[in-house]
């Protein structure tokens, strides 16, 4: 039962309406014993009033002539009242009458009736001379019957409880039926309705009859909306999941068969998904321990690590992508790859990168970018390649990388001599001939390039001896004076003078040092030639 009260809405609702009104019902039926036993008491103290005015002539006669037979039969007279235990009279000289119904029966037991008091107050009243009514000739005095009028008080009582009682019985079991018939019942029959629903097969409750206009009704029209919206919903969902699983597998089959690099990484650069052209990029084995692929990325990217977070924090903390782009060694032996790397971020803490090899594009940029600074006839830098070399390194002065360097503007004598001589193809022999001669002269870290015709300019960097400057300048100019015998048939001879300046400071200007070099170089051509000038300050 307590199972059934729990789950069961129909149970609940009757138990819970049933003890309501058998509560109040209670409640008011006690009320109403009590308050009628009180009423028919008083109405009985009433009509002990009554009988004695009833009475009261005879009773006035009787005691006026001290007639103690008289007064008897007004006594038995009395008697003949159920509510009425005992009756006496009595005067100055004494008792004239005196009855009882039940000697001695002065007291009675209450049980489970209304409680009286076990001796009620007897009813006494004077009675007056019927010639003076001011001469008091004796006083009645009427017992009631206690037994009798708790007996009537107790059924009037007990009767209208049992009525209020059978009222609200009654009451409730119609309140009961309503709202099983009206309420309960047909929430039950939707519950149970719903409880077996198929809302994906478009199932629906059916209308409770009666209720069709009803708050039920309305609930049922709303419930069925709500599947229709429901089915609506399962349908599109259902239409999406095959939408989303037919474009996850072509996904999945351009993620494993892309040419570019797809990864997933941490931010703290732990890479935690990847596809084969990610492996492939990066020179890994497909067996490889999944640890290990784990920090492939930073291991290929190894002394570039800072550029690779800082492209992470940047990426996560603004949310944009960026793209950079790395130069490493991968495989056995160690073969030199450009990788472009770009990073985006897809959720907290994570970001998504693609991997694209740009190898050849780069090499035919440093290709392109060779090209534009160097002589195509003797192969060194041209001024193009000069101009960007001094500005690299009066940015390496300015960091403190290079204390300082020798500038050496060369001019070849007697070329102009050979080339209109010999022609345009000997003379370019001469000059790819002086070029090799300067290239054994000169120091790894030293620098050539050939302005125009036949006009050189050396940067002898991070040396500060002039000694040594001199032998390297005297070095290219005793070579350079050597004869050469071109095309086993044509001997030419030519040679070098030499200007130049020490440059100690970042700050400097590059054509006041280039100006300095150059007027060096003329005041050898001045004084001879072939020769070797510092400029003097």
């Known amino acids: 039962m307590l199972q059934r009260l729990r789950t069961s809405i129909v149970y609940r609702s009757a138990f819970i309406v049933l003890s309501i009104s058998l509560l109040v019902g209670s409640f008011f039926a006690v009320f109403t014993y009590y308050w009628t036993s009180h009423v028919e008491q008083e109405r009985a103290n009433s009509r002990m009033g009554e009988l004695l005015s009833t009475v009261e002539s005879t009773t006035s006669i009787a005691c006026y002539l001290a007639d103690m037979n008289l007064a008897s039969e007004v006594s038995r007279g009395l008697l003949k009242n159920e509510d009425v235990e005992s009756i006496r009279i009595f005067s100055g000289s004494g008792i004239l009458a005196h009855m009882s119904k039940h000697v001695g029966a002065k007291e009675v037991k209450s049980g489970n009736t209304i409680v009286i008091p ?7 009243r004077d009675v007056f001379s019927p010639f003076n009514a001011k001469e008091k000739v004796c006083q009645i005095e009427l017992e009631p019957n206690l037994l009798f ?51 994906e097969a478009g199932v629906k409750l059916a209308l409770p009859t009666g209720n069709e206009k009803d708050e ?13 919206k429901f089915v609506h919903i399962l349908d599109e969902e259902r239409q999406l999941r095959i939408k989303h699983e037919i474009g996850e597998k072509k996904f999945q089959t351009i993620f494993n068969n892309a040419e570019t690099g797809i990864f997933l990484l941490k931010t703290s650069g732990e890479v935690i998904s990847y596809n084969h052209a990610f492996l492939r990029l990066l020179a890994i084995d497909e067996n490889t321990s999944a640890d290990r692929v784990n920090t492939a990325l930073t291991n290929a990217l190894e002394g570039q690590e800072l550029r690779l977070h800082l492209m992470i924090d940047k990426a996560t903390t603004q949310d944009q992508v960026l793209s950079e782009d790395f130069s490493i060694e991968v495989g056995q032996p160690p073969q030199r790859k450009w990788l472009h790397v770009v990073m985006s971020p897809v959720e907290e803490g994570v970001l998504q990168g693609l991997l694209n090899d740009i ?27 000069f101009d960007k070399e001094i500005t690299r390194l009066k940015h390496e002065m300015q960091r403190g990388n290079v204390t300082g360097f020798f500038l050496l503007l060369i001019d070849l004598d007697k070329f102009k001599e050979v080339n209109d001589r010999y022609g345009h193809d000997i003379g370019d022999q001469v000059l790819c001939h002086f070029t090799q001669i300067v290239s054994r002269v000169l120091r790894k870290s030293d620098f050539i390039a050939r302005l125009g015709g036949d006009e050189f300019i050396l940067l002898l960097q991070d040396l500060q001896q002039l000694d040594k400057a001199k032998e390297i300048a005297q070095k290219i100019i005793d070579q350079t004076s050597a004869p050469l015998l071109l095309n086993n048939a044509i001997q030419v001879q030519i040679g070098a003078s ?3 300046t020490y440059v100690a400071h970042a700050g400097f200007d590059k054509n006041e040092i280039i100006r300095e070099a150059d007027e060096a170089m003329y005041a050898v051509k001045k004084s001879g030639k072939n020769n070797f000038r510092m400029h003097q300050s």
């Not at 076990?118 to 006494?124: F, G, V």
């Not at 009028?149 to 009582?157: M, S, Y």
């Not at 609930?219 to 599947?227: M, P, Q, S």
């Open 149 to 199: 009028i708790r007996q009537q008080v107790d059924d009037k009582a007990r009767f209208i409880g049992y009525l209020l009682m059978l009222q609200a019985l009654l009451m409730a079991c119609a309140v009961v039926y309503i709202v099983l018939t009206t309420i309960t019942r047909p929430i039950k029959t939707i519950s149970d309705q719903l409880h077996g629903l198929t809302p």
């Open 498 to 500: 030499i200007g130049a």
């Open 118 to 124: 076990d001796k009620a107050a007897p009813t006494m």
């Open 359 to 385: 190898t050849d594009r780069k090499s035919g940029e440093e290709e392109a970018n060779q090209l534009a600074v160097t002589d195509h006839l003797t192969g060194t830098f041209n001024r193009l390649g």
């Open 216 to 228: 039920i009704g309305q609930l049922v029209r709303d419930v069925n909306h709500i599947v229709g």
